[in-house]
């Protein structure tokens, strides 16, 4: 198989020592009281920005916190890697990048349009992190050419959790198109590590559940769309999707883009956005317009709202949504601008914030 996206070390972190290395989803908490994983370290702030909505769904989707004392139980003493991985495990199968059953956040079908090259998955330019990093020449002038399976997993989730306005129906994100992101952070000091981030912005099952769309769904494609054939949107032959249409862990797994990677085609070559060398680097991708077209009051828990009429209506940022860098800022500022918080932070707020805590 190309790349599953619960079993293989495919997201970059660093460690508090500074190592760097990939991990699988489910070994966020190895090495915790020794040497923590302490960040993401994807060569893209949006990539990092796209990596930690990754993380969040799938701990919000799979292992939610049972109830306030759970949450702060595991906190501080998480679930092991062990644990994790048994939990997650259950999920994998909808997890493939590749192979010949369900991809992952891809088309269901075999799409007969005409080819456009990788670089097209990426929201926008590189950003400062790459130039700090010094990551940036890897990207050549002119685009991208050639993306490893991490990165083309990595700009997929980015693309169709952000995804701007695209031209004839080539739909918008379930948030609309470039929605702000704001998640509560620890108080950036040594003592915080990527799973309080992770654990910090998971709600309570039943508060989840509650939050949006229709609980009653169960089945996996309610939650993973990928896994039948697209609720796609025609004109006069297609639907709307509403929250009462599909599991609420859909909040995290949006599909409004018709893409499939073009994996027959794969090419030994550096990865023009992190630089390592992968014998299956994708250099392109169909896509198709009238993907999933998510109508009515979606109120997702990572974003800030205002109300129309009584209705959620989800702020925006500009094109590509927010860098990670940003983040801790744009909660401080929720309160100056008068805005609705992102559920996350109202509900920390109001139900897990204490005076003596670290967390903001
Ligand atoms: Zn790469």
């Known amino acids: 198989m190309l790349l599953n996206l619960i079993r293989d070390k495919w997201i970059a972190i660093r460690r508090r020592d500074g190592t760097k290395e990939r991990i699988a989803p489910w070994e966020i908490t190895s090495d915790y009281l020794t040497n923590p994983i302490v960040t993401l370290d994807a060569p893209r702030p949006d990539f990092n920005g796209a990596l930690i909505q990754?993380?969040?769904?799938?701990v919000q989707t799979v292992t939610p916190p049972k109830d306030e004392e759970d949450w702060e139980d595991h906190l501080h003493e998480p679930p092991t890697p062990v644990r994790l991985e048994e939990i997650f495990s259950c999920v994998a199968h909808a997890f493939e990048l590749g192979g010949n059953g369900p991809r992952f956040m891809?088309?269901?079908q075999s799409l007969q349009t005409e080819e456009l090259r990788i670089a097209n998955l990426l929201i926008e330019t590189p950003g400062e992190n790459a130039l700090r990093n010094n990551t940036d020449h890897f990207i050549k002038r002119g685009g991208v050419e050639t993306m490893c399976p991490p990165c083309c997993a990595t700009a997929l989730f980015a693309l169709q959790t952000n995804a701007p306005s695209g031209g004839a129906g080539h739909r918008t994100s379930l948030r609309g198109g470039g929605p702000l992101t704001t998640v509560v952070l620890g108080d950036g000091t040594e003592s915080n590590t990527l799973w309080q981030m992770v654990w910090l912005n998971v709600l309570e099952e039943d508060?989840?559940?509650r939050t949006c769309g229709n609980p009653a769904k169960t089945?996996?494609?309610?939650?993973?769309?990928?896994l039948a054939p697209t609720r796609t949107s025609e004109p006069k032959s297609g639907r709307e999707?509403?929250?009462?249409?599909v599991h609420p862990a859909q909040m995290f797994w949006g599909m409004p883009r018709r893409i499939r990677l073009n994996l027959d085609d794969c090419v030994r070559s550096i990865c023009e956005i992190c630089g390592a060398l992968d014998s299956n680097c994708v250099r392109a991708y169909r896509t198709k317009n009238y993907g999933v077209n998510y109508t009515g009051p979606w109120h997702h828990p990572l974003s800030p709202h205002t109300r129309k009429e009584g209705i959620p209506?989800?702020?925006?940022?500009q094109p590509g949504g927010v860098?990670?860098?940003h983040w801790l800022g744009l909660v401080q500022e929720d309160e100056k601008r008068s805005r609705e918080p992102s559920r996350i932070v109202h509900h920390f707020r109001e139900n897990r914030q204490k005076a003596e805590d670290p967390f903001r």
């Not at 089945?219 to 990928?226: I, S, T």
């Not at 999707?241 to 249409?245: A, F, G, L, R």
Request: aromatic letters at 18%; hydrophobic letters at 40%; a negative charge.
């Open 54 to 58: 990754f993380l969040i769904g799938i």
């Open 106 to 108: 891809q088309d269901f």
């Open 207 to 209: 508060t989840f559940l």
């Open 219 to 226: 089945a996996e494609e309610d939650k993973f769309p990928w």
């Open 241 to 245: 999707t509403n929250p009462e249409d």
């Open 313 to 317: 209506v989800p702020v925006h940022a």
């Open 323 to 325: 860098s990670y860098r």
